[in-house]
């Protein structure tokens, strides 16, 4: 049988983590008081647990371990998937947060090895908040830019709205109530700053100029908009409210 087809076992794990330890100069134990595998070097206690799958089971048993010691390890065979892809990094980020460390360890024909992946250490918060300061500031300002709640929770393959999604749902209600009009006169309606980018990029296919500095709202727009009542009864009153004045002050200027 191929090496990847041989049936495993936790055991399996223990020898070569055993040996590394040993060759560092730790006493090696198995199974003590409910540990898998326990090295010792004066007063530093290392514990590491074994499990054929990292799965929640094996992350709650090793932070149980850490109420007698910090260096706690968990091991497991070596995934067969790419160890630089997003899903890996999730895992070493988790494993990361719980100030564990991680062993993997490979059955090769040529025999059986293993590797520390992560040392067990304290895990820096205040990094870790200044790395994902760009995702912040983004989710604040998508929150910002949404005018109401019309996703829900937990939803999959389910269309989702967005600010931009919103922004786009009002510029195409005061094209369809007015009109064409310019970018100008929609961003005084309160259409937004990127209202211009969303005009030129037609993400939807809802808008079309009809001349220079002049767009009006396509079939396919207005086909479309009808699926997003709640949304266009949020802006219906702000638009009647700002665009009668200001298309007609636009169309006067035109004649």
């Not at 090793?62 to 790419?82: C, E, F, G, H, L």
């Not at 494993?95 to 304290?122: A, D, N, Y």
């Not at 005009?199 to 767009?215: I, P």
Request: glycine share 6%.
């Amino acid at each position: 049988m191929a090496a990847n087809k041989v049936k495993r076992y936790e055991v399996d794990l223990y020898k070569p983590i055993q040996q590394h330890f040993k060759k560092l100069g730790y006493d090696v134990y198995g199974e003590v008081n409910d540990c898998d595998l326990t090295a010792v070097k004066e007063n530093e206690l290392i514990i590491v647990e074994l499990k054929l799958h990292l799965n929640i089971e094996l992350l709650v048993q090793a932070a149980k371990r850490q109420r007698i010691t910090d260096q706690v390890y968990i091991a497991v065979p070596k995934p067969s998937y790419n160890l630089r892809s997003k899903k890996w990094m999730d895992i070493c980020h988790l494993i990361k947060r719980l100030e564990l460390g991680l062993i993997l360890v490979s059955f090769q024909k040529s025999g059986t090895t293993m590797e520390i992946k992560l040392h067990p250490g304290e895990f820096n918060r205040k990094r870790s908040l200044q790395q994902g300061k760009k995702k912040r500031i983004a989710l604040l300002s998508e929150i910002k830019g949404r005018h109401g709640d019309y996703n829900i929770g937990g939803s999959s393959n389910t269309k989702i709205m967005t600010a931009y999604k919103e922004a786009c749902i009002h510029i195409a209600r005061c094209l369809e109530r007015y009109g064409p009009l310019s970018p100008k006169i929609l961003r005084q309606m309160g259409t937004g700053d990127k209202t211009l980018s969303i005009l030129n990029k037609n993400y939807y296919g809802w808008f079309e100029r009809v001349k220079r500095g002049t767009y009006y709202l396509t079939k396919k727009g207005e086909v479309e908009l009808r699926e997003f009542v709640q949304v266009i009864q949020y802006f219906d009153p702000a638009i009647e409210e700002a665009g009668a004045s200001l298309v007609l002050e636009e169309r006067q200027k035109e004649d």
